[in-house]
């Protein structure tokens, strides 16, 4: 079993649609979290940073953290065709290393 | 965007050659770390780089090797290339803070 388990997706939304995204973790000691955005052929870019638990708002974008539950979601209000893209959630234990374990990624589809 | 270029973007080569990927950043940023990226396994952890010459595996580390004699460059270098190490590859840096990391573009390699 991996440590960080991801839905690969596809998820196919129409434009201005409420979308979550999810990934759920087994190691207990992970204490960031992450969520990139990757386009196709370029590199993955931070989109929100969560330390613990709790929400955390960016503009459209909202990224929660339940730690009793090992889940971390990022919801995309009002998406938009350009949000179309592969997310990958990432989590660190924050040890001294600074290593990230890192999701397969969902890739989501907006439709115009 | 942490200013991070890879060299080359793209490459092709032999089964049994050598190859060296490059990593510059110009953060100043202490972490570098390379990671290989496949449909199915998302991005997976090579080496990474605490420091001038600190350098450690990752979960996939075999066939591989790295160096750091400057803070701004990384170098990931494949002994004799197989076709099993076909794959985009992706450098990585982080000053420490929160465990973030910046990504930069890639590099394509193919090895026939």
């Known amino acids: 079993q991996k440590e960080v388990e991801q839905d690969p997706g596809p998820l196919s939304v129409p434009e201005g649609a409420i979308v979550s995204l999810n990934c759920t973790y087994s190691?207990?000691?992970?204490?960031?979290f992450m969520w990139y955005r990757q386009y196709s052929r370029k590199g993955p870019e931070l989109l929100m940073y969560?330390?613990?638990?709790g929400n955390k708002e960016d503009g459209r974008f909202t990224a929660q953290v339940d730690k009793s539950s090992k889940y971390i979601s990022l919801f995309i209000r009002d998406s938009q065709p350009s949000d179309s893209a592969t997310y990958l959630c990432?989590?660190?234990?924050?040890?001294?290393?600074?290593?990230?374990?890192f999701g397969t990624g969902t890739r989501l589809l907006v439709s115009p | 965007d942490a200013g991070i270029t890879q060299s080359p973007r793209h490459k092709v080569t032999e089964t049994g050659t050598p190859v060296t990927l490059r990593c510059h950043q110009t953060?100043?940023?202490?972490?570098m770390y390379w990671y290989r990226q496949d449909p199915g396994h998302g991005l997976r952890l090579i080496h990474y780089?605490?420091?001038?010459?600190?350098?450690d595996k990752g979960e996939v580390s075999d066939g591989y090797s790295v160096s750091r004699s400057k803070t701004e460059d990384f170098l990931l270098t494949l002994e004799s290339a197989t076709s099993s190490q076909t794959s985009v590859y992706f450098c990585?840096?982080?000053?420490?803070?929160?465990?973030?990391?910046?990504f930069g573009p890639g590099t394509r390699l193919t090895v026939l």
């Open positions: 990432a989590m660190s234990a924050s040890d001294r290393r600074k290593k990230l374990v």
């Open positions: 190691n207990s000691a992970f204490q960031y």
């Open positions: 969560t330390y613990s638990s």
């Open positions: 953060e100043n940023h202490r972490y």
């Open positions: 780089s605490y420091g001038v010459k600190d350098t």
């Open positions: 990585a840096t982080g000053s420490g803070g929160g465990d973030t990391q910046y």
